[in-house]
């Protein structure tokens, strides 16, 4: 089973899949890693800083992962186009502006981001392609109390009783906060 762990960039995502994948031993896939040491892009665009993906080339690659009942969690900001399970991480829009800036983007990308979880683009999707869908909040926590939700999640599925009303997506809404 694909459990994707997405959400805007900067919310965690390669964080707190390496916390799980590190000390709980959960399997990972970095996808973002993965398409760029295989080559698995179309193009790398260099105006945005970021490259052109075909999603059915990456779900044909994901597809020669051995899939079993154990969960393989898909560490991208597009891993809930491919995975039947949508966990996203979501950050206060204050927080993430922060947490982008120290990550050295420009002011441009930084709007960019802001605006796109302001507007829930990556939930909106999940919604879309996915038939479990899951928000987690990371504003002001720790990364182990995010990671302890993720597990929560997971645990939950795994054993056939997810979560469904703690992590109810609709949660957050930064709507006013657009710019
Ligand atoms: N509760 C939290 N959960 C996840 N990341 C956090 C949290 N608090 C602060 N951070 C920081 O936010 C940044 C997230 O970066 P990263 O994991 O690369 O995000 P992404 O993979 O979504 O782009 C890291 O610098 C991390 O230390």
């Known amino acids: 089973m694909f459990i994707a762990l997405t959400g805007t960039p900067g919310c965690g995502k390669t964080s707190i899949s390496g916390l799980l994948e590190n000390e709980f031993g959960y399997r990972v896939v970095h996808l973002n890693e993965l398409i760029k040491s295989e080559n698995l892009f179309l193009e790398e665009d260099e105006q945005r800083d970021c490259v052109v993906t075909d999603i059915d080339v990456v779900q044909k690659r994901l597809s020669a992962i051995e899939e079993s009942e154990k969960p393989v969690i898909i560490d991208s900001h597009m891993a809930h186009l491919i995975a039947d399970v949508s966990i996203v991480l979501r950050t206060a829009p204050d927080e993430l502006k ?46 182990s109390e995010v990671a302890g ?29 657009i710019f």
Do not use: Q
């Open 98 to 143: 922060k947490r982008l800036g120290e990550r050295g983007y420009k002011p441009a990308k930084v709007d960019e981001n802001i605006e796109a979880e302001c507007l829930d683009v990556i939930l909106v999707e999940s919604v879309e392609n996915c038939e479990m869908v899951f928000e987690v909040d990371t504003t002001g926590r720790s990364m």
């Open 149 to 177: 939700d993720v597990r929560e999640i997971i645990e939950g599925i795994s054993s056939g009783h997810p979560p469904l009303d703690k992590f109810k997506p609709g949660a957050f809404d930064w709507s006013g906060e």
